[in-house]
């Protein structure tokens, strides 16, 4: 409301004015004529600007913190040197006066072309205007315009967004004149940034999707070689039990080539020493004979060749021989046959005896012998009454009668190490 105000202040008659209201009224007059004319850009209204601030200044005590502020303004805008000045007012100053004095320094800086100390002064008006509640302020502004010269974009278009909010607030006309006329050129390069963030954004995006079909592609890629790894190492474990199964087979197999080999090599050596003990005996029973024949003793011949003396006495001689290599085989065969036979059918063996008949019939079936004729043509007996032990031996069996004797042929399986060395 320029025009009222004009009227207003037309209609006063300064002559009539006291001393103490004459300095608000060049204050007044000076404020119009600034706002007037920075809202029609009249240079006119510029310089009787300039007066009134004379007239001010004459009628001000000179030492009041007004006068020296009023004075800095008169020098800071004849360009004049004022920086001690507005430093000594800025350290007494407080509230408003503060902030208006710190516009005052970063602006004098600005035209002295140092930008670093004319931020720094516009920062703190602006602080201080914010503190005071001052919304009629011009540093967001110059600290837009600031920023923008340096290229931070998002600064320099929040600060103005700020300082037009501000100039709204208070309906101050010529606050948004000032501010319109750089507002669309910092409003374009922040709506270029933000065209060329949201093109980025949209590269990024797009680079990020394909990655992640990428991503997708690998972890199906992955989870497939995962699996068919997976069928792999099932495969593996069966072929590694497959192996271990063999293993064990060769381990048997080879402790039972050892076995035979042991039972060989403890047989190769009894087997030359019962045949050099029985060429002996048929060289003694030959010179026996020959020596009867020489001296016609006819009647001893014939007994000699009529007696089975002889014959059972060699097989029971064979049978403690086989009785005696066998348990130096196995140690524990008998503990472990009668194992297998219930508590009141196992076998008691005499003294001095290692095998009995029935015994040695497994014997040789835990050898390998199996065929019931080769037993009883070795132990002399006729093949039913093999026949009888063996089935009696599988009636009394603890374990099914079909498995005893393959039990009795696993009987003392492993031999001990010692005993293979002994060999």
């Keep these: 409301m320029y025009i009222e105000s004009q009227n207003v202040l037309e209609s006063i008659n300064k002559s009539k004015l006291s001393a103490r209201l004459l300095p608000y009224y060049y204050d007044t007059y000076e404020t119009f004529c600034s706002s007037y004319g920075q809202s029609n850009s009249n240079y006119e209204y510029y310089k009787k600007s300039e007066l009134y601030r004379d007239s001010l200044l004459s009628v001000q005590n000179k030492k009041s913190l007004q006068y020296r502020i009023a ?111 750089s507002y669309p050129i910092i409003n374009a390069s922040y709506q270029a940034k933000e065209r060329k963030q949201k093109n980025t954004l949209q590269i990024l995006l797009t680079v990020i999707s394909l990655l992640v079909i990428f991503l997708a592609i690998g972890l199906f890629y992955i989870y497939r070689q995962m699996k068919r790894l997976s069928m792999i190492r099932k495969e593996l474990h069966h072929t590694n ?79 403690k021989k086989f009785d005696i290599i066998f348990i130096n085989l196995y140690p524990t065969f008998v503990e472990e046959f009668n194992a297998l036979q219930m508590n009141e059918e196992q076998i008691q063996l005499k003294r001095g005896e290692l095998l009995n008949t029935e015994l040695r019939i497994f014997a040789l079936i835990r050898l390998g012998i199996n065929d019931s004729v080769k037993i009883a043509g070795f132990l002399r007996y006729s093949i039913s009454t093999i026949y009888n032990y063996r089935v009696k031996a599988r009636n009394n069996a603890i374990v099914p009668r079909e498995q005893f004797e393959e039990m009795v042929m696993k009987i003392g399986n492993i031999l001990p190490e010692n005993e293979s060395s002994e060999s």
């Excluded at 340096?150 to 278009?157: F, M």
């Design 241 to 319: 039990l497959q192996l271990g199964n063999l293993n064990k087979d060769l381990l048997d197999a080879n402790d039972s080539l050892k076995e035979s080999n042991f039972i060989k090599e403890e047989y190769i050596a009894h087997f030359f020493d019962m045949c050099s003990s029985y060429i002996d005996k048929l060289e003694n029973y030959r010179k026996m004979l020959n020596r009867y024949a020489t001296n016609r003793q006819m009647d001893e011949l014939v007994k000699v060749l009529h007696s089975t003396t002889l014959v059972e006495t060699e097989l029971e001689e064979l049978y």
């Design 71 to 181: 004075y800095a303004a008169k020098l800071l805008y004849s360009y004049q040197k004022v920086e001690p000045l507005l430093l000594s007012l800025l350290n007494e100053a407080t509230g408003k006066e503060k902030g208006l004095i710190a516009y005052f320094l970063g602006y004098y800086y600005q035209t002295e072309h140092n930008f670093e100390l004319s931020e720094k002064y516009y920062v703190i008006s602006a602080i201080t205007d914010i503190e005071n509640c001052v919304k009629d302020n011009a540093s967001l502004r110059a600290l837009a315009l600031i920023y923008y010269e340096k290229g931070d974009i998002n600064k320099a278009h929040k600060f103005m967004q700020a300082a037009i909010d501000d100039a709204i607030f208070c309906n101050v006309r010529y606050r948004t004149i000032e501010i319109s006329s």
